[in-house]
């Protein structure tokens, strides 16, 4: 399987306890991004990286989200002292670093605060 | 005003017909549009983007952009059952060179009639 992968898929907690996500994304992509959606609405854009450094954040995205990408290859997406409206689709997208640039996205993580 | 927006839908069309989605967007200096579809509980899945003026058909969708309106469409043709689920537009203000984030619209539902 070539496409970006995530992990878990399903990730149900109690608030207030800390949670990370892996995504993975498409081998020669060095462009990778974060998104959250919630039911009803489009993808929410979170953050953005190039290779190893993370180029843009949303100015939504508060304190207790952070993400990384050590090696330029996978992410991590860490929200500590979660809250019932983390509950969401976070979803990882790629892109290569030539051409239109197009994103595709892997399967999503849906978490579930209770 | 919304950066992107569609209309919910439902949108409901008989087998075989043409379906015609529609997407407005509000920044100018946005350059590069995109449809992804979402099936229920899954993730976006690219269909195709546009970046020129004009029509761009691949098989049996069609993109249709016109910047002066700030308007992107895309068309079905012979619409088959299994095209029900979500469209989103998604915008991006750069075309190459700048990973720039994806902005969505709230997708429209559609709905393929036997």
């Known amino acids: 399987d070539t496409g970006v992968s995530q992990d878990p898929r399903h990730k149900i907690t109690k608030r207030g306890q800390n949670v990370t996500f892996r995504c993975d994304p498409i081998s020669e992509h060095n462009r990778l991004y974060w998104y959250r959606q919630t039911l009803g609405q489009g993808p929410e854009f979170l953050t953005y990286f190039q290779n190893e450094a993370q180029l843009e954040k949303s100015r939504l995205l508060s304190d207790r989200f952070s993400a990384e990408r050590p090696k330029g290859s996978f992410s991590t997406l860490e929200i500590q002292r979660t809250e019932q409206g983390d509950s969401a689709m976070y979803l990882c997208?790629?892109?290569?670093?030539?051409?239109?640039?197009?994103?595709?996205f892997g399967p999503g993580t849906r978490l579930l605060v209770l | 005003q919304k950066e992107v927006e569609q209309n919910s839908g439902p949108l409901s069309v008989p087998e075989g017909a043409i379906a015609s989605l529609n997407c407005t967007y509000s920044d100018r200096g946005s350059q590069s549009f995109f449809w992804y579809r979402q099936y229920s509980g899954k993730s976006p899945e690219l269909i195709m983007f546009i970046y020129s003026n004009g029509d761009k058909e691949d098989g049996r969708f069609t993109a249709q952009l016109n910047k002066a309106s700030q308007y992107v469409s895309l068309l079905i043709r012979d619409s088959q059952p299994s095209d029900s689920a979500t469209y989103l537009c998604a915008v991006r203000v750069g075309v190459t060179g700048g990973g720039n984030k994806l902005t969505f619209g709230t997708g429209t539902q559609l709905k393929v009639e036997l």
């Open positions: 997208a790629s892109s290569p670093p030539t051409g239109i640039e197009t994103q595709y």
